[in-house]
């Protein structure tokens, strides 16, 4: 598989693309130090996490539902990690399996209950976001827990090759979501079920499991996420993660994902996630005060869809 | 008629609020085409979506090929070696037309789609059903009614079923469209496949079908060899009543006022500009073939598509308003009522009523409180007067059958009791008596002075009402018809004038050729 | 913990079912989800357990420190539900004084705790809310004092805050202002990480960025702290930088016994209740003590943790 | 009019009065003291902010819309009523008619850019829940501002009436939307529009000045909101109404609005802001750790909607 070429077809169908250089050009002049090789290197660490969670999102907004309990359960999920490998004393990967499980687990019970009792997935996982927050305070007695130095390997650059394991596995993750969703049946048929379930059911496509599944992955990649997340900080933090759906949401939206399903690109998606690690490291490096920050996030968030709608019907039109 | 029977139906019971079908027995042989008929609300489609796996029967037995059948979905029609294009267009919007064909069973080569066999493939569906101008990579959002009814057909001959279930398969094509997809229905039927064919088109089913049932309110009323039945006979077996004909009186008054002037009109689908007057009390049809812009010409006179040059001026009493958008329209007493319903016209999740009742009355302000009860009396009125087959006004429009969401639609309008009535395939399946009802009503709509321009790929039915006939051609309009030379023949030939011309003169500029059967 | 316990500790009602007049204290606290209140409450809830026959304890807490309104809500709560006591760790300084003064009115008795009212609002109500807590900009200047002793006049250094609208993280910047200021030592970064760890790391490692020259972060809290290690580690400069916090919660004892965290301050949160506590009971007892209270805040150090 | 009839005409389609009759149930036997009038009066004194913001949200969700802004708003508004109270010192009223036009801006911006320019109500909603977050620390330079006890009055029952001027005022607000939703040609062009866009359209409803309008007025509303919580605080908190979009959607969800338009009852987002303040009232009262509340919190939020869903299923079978 050609990923340049992937790259490069969804580039032409994402203006976004230009949003994204633009900001790092804004940057650029109003920091010294913003084109660095430090700079990359931060932002890169920095989205593993993000970049795990949005897949999920875009996912499941591509069969068109929500899934807001993504941030919770990450936290959750972080937190089952930190006390498996500290109060249990379990080695590091049979905890990382354990969270990678507890993610799965919580999905596949949003999915259960989104597939099989046809619940909307937006109370069904608001309700799973309360939840899953309970029970990471519950997992760590709402205390944060000092992993130490052996988890944080997993988000330190890799010797000889100079960026991290988890940036390397959520890139493989990007490529993999995008091949499975434009390349395969199973990705079609997602598509289809997003687009139109009834068409998709008359088609002999039963989109039950398919929900199901979707909001099972969405919560492992979220358990995926929690694992680097605790890896990233060092520590179980039970608090992380809250207001994580939105920024995933955001970033599918500006990478083209339709929120009424049917509709999305990963690559777009992870372009969406770049923007808004761009964003919070160059606003903490030119360190404007937090209702700056606010503000221009807001304002950049919607100026991205601004130039993505205004090239969509530029390119319809002409 | 050849070989043992493929479907067997007996004592079939299915029942909603009311009962919808009561003991029903049909028996489908081998190589058959067998018709269904009846009246809107009939049961037709619900038969349909009970052997597509779509509905669950209440009570009785259906076996195919001498085995029980009872699919639980869908798939199971499928592996039962059913395909079934239904009546309510469904495609995926956002996958490619290739995609559409073949969802059922995507060709893939090592866990990956196979894009060459699948293009492959569907370009070889297509070009059998009449898409062959179509790119089968695009999407579908961009399709015509027409070109989604065909995809349909494509999609359920994409593989190779045993029986064929085809629902109002023309409701959406021209004559020339709905000729050839009988000639591959009589081909596959000669190929040993069983097909059920069902149409309000009374002539057709007796060309195709070998026999025909016909369902009067849930019940099996008759089967017979389409031979040795006429569309009278039909027609009497599914109402009950004898022949129904269009009865109202028809002068025309020839001095009545424009209405409606539209000068030098152009869009971007109808390039050749277009001069034209409506006159109170007349009705204008348009013919043409599919894509030759009937629809594009009735959405550019309701504001719906941007001019790129030209006005259509509304004239009342004397004063002259430029329709810009359809809010215009619809105050200026202009109605539309576009060819998909589904999407242009229901309001899923509303009830009847609802339906019926948006935009509501000339009269009606935004700021007003609603008059219930005017509003149920104007709704029993209308459902009376179109003989809606429902349970009551409150019942969500969803669950009415095709045809009677269709005579809602035309309802919404004659409440609104607008002037000037744009209808784009006002009759697209609704069954022989309501559709002479529905010309008796749009007669006598002109008597009181209203004007109706009706698009309409059933010739037969234009010359039947229609004062005056313009015939578009490849997205030009080519010819004018008084009532006094209707002439079927003209003005088919007129349809494909233009297409002809192109195909003559093979060095046209304009890349997007069509062929007559598009 | 015990925090999966119900927090309503004791019987409302006598052994014999005949209702008893012990008095019920109403502890309303900010988040339970952050572990500084966990402790707290905790604290409360093992002094309510060895002091069985004396007291009822409700622990009431908010979703998140800033959510105002549900602590005004708790109040009114308490009041309905006809608490003898609150002892409350307002989450705002002014806004909640207004149901106090309610709470005042129906013969409740109110101890402040933790984060100290605000004098102008107590006098516009004729209040006199009794406080035991520790003095935040105090401790903040302890542990500023303690960084500014390692370290030399112009070095630079950077303020990781809290959420800037709360109280509690204006007095803890404004203590370690001081502490530098006074130290001669330059302040070039001064930014909110919301009291959140992953926020600090985005935060710490775009000031590394900006300022490569810098020798050591202030964070207004531990878990600040915890993600400004985190970055210093991703960014390699491993010792280069001295971190210290605030809290002592127990997931930087480890930090500081390695040397990556330098100090943080102890404001003896499970005390911290147990004071306002004794201190309700005391005036229900008819013990007129009216005057305040101030509650140790003390440095934790490597050598305090030996 | 008759306000019974169209209580009990709603109730019936609404299964969810019985989630809520049954949460009372159960706190009034977990807590001695749930059934008195404080406990009354205290839950009816904090229903009229989230009814505010509800009714709005629940107008928005109608023409298949979402507003994330509204808390924000709501801050933002309250920081702007203090300041013009406070540092400026405007009257009262004039500080409430400043607030209540910010809210009114704020939307209309937001209505503007989803109705106008055909952007995602759900990413410029959400740029705007930053952006008048901002707003709402720089106006107060991320202080609580006291206002006093005047402003007070607003929430404290009248005299002789025993109910204060936000509660009353609110349940009017909720009287009327209801009114104009079922019973107004507006109401119906609302549905319609949410019901299906391009058939609106096709009837001569123009979309845009409608969805504009309904984000106006959420927002309209947000600033009343706004009003009321600084009444109830009897101060302006910039961080007012964090979250609160999300129990919003909560609650008109819960009463039988759907999340892709075309359907929604505002006596049931009513209903839904009633279970959501029992339900943090009745914990508050038993006292339960925050763990369990959150539990508590999401499974009521599923089990509200299983009830209703199950109702829906059972009604249309039989
Ligand atoms: N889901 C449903 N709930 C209630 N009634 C239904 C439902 N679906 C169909 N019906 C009713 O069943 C009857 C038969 O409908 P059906 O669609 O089978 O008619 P049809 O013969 O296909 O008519 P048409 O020619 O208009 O397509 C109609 O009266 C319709 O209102
Ligand atoms: N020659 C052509 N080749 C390709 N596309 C065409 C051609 N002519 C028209 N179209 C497109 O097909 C669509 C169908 O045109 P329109 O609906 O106006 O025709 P119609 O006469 O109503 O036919 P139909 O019966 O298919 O609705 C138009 O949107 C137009 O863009
Ligand atoms: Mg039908
Ligand atoms: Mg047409």
Redesign the pocket.
């Known amino acids: 598989m050609n990923i340049w070429r992937l790259m490069r077809r969804n580039a032409e169908d994402n203006f976004i693309v230009a949003s994204l250089i633009l900001l790092i050009l804004f940057f650029g002049f109003s920091s010294d130090n913003f084109f660095s090789v430090i700079t990359l290197t931060t932002i890169l660490n920095q989205l593993p996490a993000l970049t795990f969670v949005t897949v999920g999102m875009t996912l499941v907004l591509i069969v068109a539902g929500i899934d807001l309990s993504v941030g919770s359960v990450m936290g959750f999920c972080a937190a089952v990690v930190g006390v498996a490998a500290v109060a249990w004393g379990l080695p590091l990967w049979m905890a990382c399996l354990m969270g990678l499980g507890t993610g799965l687990l919580c999905g596949a019970v949003n999915g259960l209950l989104v597939a099989y009792f046809s619940l909307p997935s937006f109370i069904v996982t608001l309700g799973m976001l309360e939840m899953a927050r309970g029970l990471a305070y519950v997992t760590t007695g709402s205390q944060t827990m000092y992993i130490g130095s052996q988890i944080q390997s997993l988000a330190l650059p890799l010797p000889g090759i100079g960026v991290s394991a988890a940036l390397i596995s959520a890139i493989v993750l990007v490529i993999t979501a995008q091949f499975v969703l434009t390349r395969t049946v199973l990705g079609r048929y997602l598509v289809a079920i997003g687009s139109n379930e009834h068409a998709a059911r008359m088609s002999g496509i039963d989109p039950r499991p398919y929900r199901l599944m979707v909001l099972a992955v969405s919560g492992a990649l979220a358990g995926i996420a929690g694992i680097f997340n605790a890896a990233y900080l060092g520590s179980a933090d039970p608090n992380a993660g809250i207001g994580l759906e939105l920024s995933a949401i955001a970033a599918a939206v500006i990478g083209g994902t339709s929120l009424m399903g049917g509709r999305g690109s990963i690559i777009g998606a992870f372009t969406g996630v770049l923007i808004i690690a761009v964003l919070q490291n160059g606003l903490a490096q030119i360190g404007v005060s937090e209702p700056t920050k606010r503000l221009i996030t807001g304002a950049v968030i919607i100026i991205a869809v601004v130039i993505d709608r205004w090239r969509a019907k530029h390119a319809s039109s002409s | 008629m050849t070989g043992s029977a493929r479907l067997t139906i007996s004592n079939l019971n299915k029942a909603f609020a009311a009962p919808v079908l009561i003991g029903v027995n049909l028996k489908i042989a081998r190589g058959e085409v067998h018709a269904i008929v009846g009246e809107n609300g009939a049961g037709k489609s619900t038969l349909v979506n009970i052997l597509a796996g779509n509905l669950r029967k209440d009570g009785g037995e259906i076996s195919l090929d001498g085995n029980i059948y009872e699919p639980q979905g869908p798939r199971d029609a499928y592996t039962a070696g059913i395909a079934c294009a239904a009546q309510e267009l469904s495609s995926i919007e956002t996958l490619s037309v290739a995609e559409n064909i073949a969802l059922r069973a995507l060709p893939q080569k090592n866990f990956v789609i196979d894009r060459g066999a699948l293009n492959a493939n569907a370009l070889k569906l297509m070009q059998r059903v009449g898409l062959q ?1 179509i790119d089968p990579t695009s999407s579908t959002e ?1 399709l ?4 989604r009814q065909l995809l349909e057909f494509a999609k359920a001959i994409s593989f190779d079923c045993q029986l064929l279930i085809l629902d109002e398969p023309t409701a ?3 004559a020339p469209q709905a000729d050839h997809l009988h000639s591959i229905i009589a081909d596959l039927a000669a190929a040993g496949k069983s097909i059920i064919y069902i149409s309000h088109r009374l002539d057709d089913v007796l060309d195709v079908a070998d026999n025909v049932s016909v369902l009067r309110d849930g019940e099996l009323v008759v089967t017979t060899a389409a031979k040795q039945t006429s569309v009278s006979d039909l027609v009497e077996e599914m109402t009950g009543r004898n022949q129904i004909t269009s009865t109202a009186r028809r002068d025309y008054v020839s001095d009545a006022g424009v209405v409606l002037d539209v000068t030098c009109l152009t869009t ?2 109808l390039p050749h500009p277009i001069d034209l007057t409506f006159k109170s009390g007349e009705i204008v049809g348009l013919a ?10 009735l959405s550019a006179l309701f504001g719906l598509v941007p001019l790129t040059g030209g006005t259509v001026k509304r004239m009342n009493n004397g004063a002259a308003h430029v329709v810009l958008n359809a809010g215009q329209a619809v105050r200026n007493g202009i109605a539309y009522l576009g ?1 998909d319903r589904q999407s242009m016209g229901l309001f899923p999740g509303q009830s009847l009523l609802t339906n019926m009742m948006v935009p509501g009355s000339a009269d009606i302000r935004t700021l007003q409180c609603i008059d219930h009860k005017r509003e149920r009396d104007a709704g029993t009125k209308l459902v009376e007067k179109l003989t809606i087959r429902c349970q009551n006004l409150t019942q969500d429009i969803r669950q009415l059958s095709g045809g009677n969401q269709q005579k809602a639609l035309i309802a919404r309008w004659l409440h609104r009791d607008s002037d000037i009535l744009l209808l ?2 006002p009759t697209r399946g609704v069954d022989v008596g309501t559709k002479n009802a529905i010309y008796d009503l749009l007669i006598s709509l002109r008597q009181k002075g209203k004007t109706i321009i009706m ?1 309409s ?1 059933e010739i037969d039915e234009l010359t039947t009402v229609c004062d005056r006939i313009l015939v ?1 051609s ?2 030009k309009l080519v010819r004018s018809f008084e009532r006094n030379d209707f002439s079927e023949q003209d003005i088919l030939t007129a349809a494909f004038s233009e297409f002809t011309a192109s195909v003559e003169n093979q060095s046209t500029s ?1 890349s ?3 062929s007559p059967l ?1 | 913990g015990s925090s999966g316990d119900s927090d309503h500790t004791g019987d409302t009602s006598g052994e014999n079912g005949v209702p008893d007049d012990r008095p019920t204290v109403a502890l309303i606290i900010k988040s339970l989800a952050n572990e500084f209140f966990v402790t707290m409450a905790d604290g409360a809830r093992q002094h309510q357990s060895q002091n069985e026959g004396a007291y009822d304890l409700i622990v009431n807490g908010i979703k998140n420190e800033t959510d105002l309104a549900q602590q005004v809500a708790l109040i009114d709560q308490m009041i309905a539900s006809g608490v003898d006591a609150i002892v409350i760790a307002p989450a705002d300084s002014k806004a909640v004084v207004p149901a106090l003064a309610r709470a005042v009115a129906a013969g409740i008795v109110v101890v402040n705790i933790d984060n100290q009212l605000d004098a102008d609002t107590l006098a516009e109500y004729e209040l006199r809310i009794p406080f035991v807590g520790p003095d935040n900009f105090a401790g903040a200047e302890k542990v500023g004092n303690y960084l500014a002793a390692t370290m030399e006049a112009n070095q630079s250094v950077a303020i990781l805050e809290g959420v800037p609208t709360t109280y509690n993280s204006q007095r803890r910047t404004a203590g370690f202002l001081k502490a530098m200021n006074d130290a001669g030592i330059n302040v070039v970064a001064q930014q909110s990480a919301q009291w959140d760890q992953t926020a600090a790391v985005t935060v710490t490692s775009g000031i590394l960025i900006q300022h490569p020259e810098l020798d050591a972060i202030l964070a207004a809290n531990d878990n600040m702290a915890l993600g400004a290690v985190a970055a210093i580690a991703q960014s390699g400069r491993g010792d280069a930088i001295k971190v210290v916090g605030f809290d002592n919660i127990s997931a930087v004892q480890d930090l500081i016994r390695e040397g990556r965290i330098l100090a943080t301050a102890d404001q003896h949160a499970a005390l911290l209740a147990v004071y306002g506590v004794e201190f309700a009971l005391e005036a229900l007892s008819g013990g007129a003590t009216e005057a305040d209270k101030a509650t140790p805040v003390d440095l934790v150090t490597i050598d305090t943790l030996k």
Chains 1, 4 share one sequence.
């Open positions: 101008n961009a015509s009614l027409a070109d959406a094509l021209t971007n689908d043409g073939l599919a894509g030759a812009g009937r629809s594009e010409l060819e784009d395939e698009a790929s578009l490849d997205r304009d997007r050729v069509a598009r």
